[in-house]
């Protein structure tokens, strides 16, 4: 987790911010430095569920919501991340668009 300590703007509509966080966070960018999404979990507003499925519902499924739908390939392999905090598991699923 992390906290945002000040932003400025640049030129060409781009933002500059300064983001504090633990050690252990960082290296969950594994080493990355691009295509990095800000996320908050305070930003999630969409509600969903869980289903269990399956002998001794052994099969979990994450519910995408209808509003959500739309303009995603269900066909096609997806990427997961697991973010655990101390209170929360963070899921991120990243889907192709069709």
Do not use: W
């Not at 305070?42 to 269990?52: F, G, N, R, V, Y």
């Amino acid at each position: 987790m992390g906290t945002i300590l000040s932003t400025r703007m640049i030129k060409d509509d781009k933002i500059i911010f300064e983001i504090e966080m633990n050690y252990e966070d960082s290296l969950k960018l594994k080493g990355h430095t691009k295509n990095i999404h800000v996320i908050s979990e305070d930003a999630a507003e969409i509600k969903t569920s869980l289903s269990q499925r399956g002998t001794n519902e052994a099969t979990k499924y994450f519910l995408i919501p209808r509003e959500l739908r739309e303009g995603l390939n269900f066909n096609k392999h997806v990427k997961c991340q697991k973010i655990e905090t101390d209170s929360r598991n963070v899921f991120v699923f990243v889907v192709d668009k069709i």
